[in-house]
């Protein structure tokens, strides 16, 4: 297996392991309704996601170095920029979907004053799951459309 399929493994499974954690503790977290604590919390989860990945591509380069194929580029690029692609629709879809959400209310006279103290923090977790989605759809994308070998 290549470096740079090996390095999306890796990303897929800390990404779904660790963001899925904080964000079942955000969802725990809001219907408690204290939200005092999620910044700790979300700078946790993206320096655990940093570690591991830097600490486990780390590891997989150092014990496989001596077996390390060379990537064949104009597949494997062709490959990820097709993911990249889809996922960076994906991200536009996602966050004019929620602009859209966030306008409707005006279409009913009314407006986002006098809104909760747990809005901002939904909104800001709703933006952070819609990256670490689409970061997830692009490692997934990339390893099934790079070529076999």
Known sequence: ??????????????????????????IQTLRGGDTGGLALWFFGALALVVGLEALATGVITWLFRRRARVLDDGPTLQAALQASHVALMLLIVMVLALAGLLALPALFGTNLIGMSSAVPVIAANVLLAMVVVTELVRAAFTLMLMPRR
């Open 1 to 26: 297996m290549s470096h740079r399929k090996v390095h999306l493994w890796i990303s897929l499974i800390v990404g779904v392991v660790v963001w899925g954690g904080y964000f079942a503790h955000v």
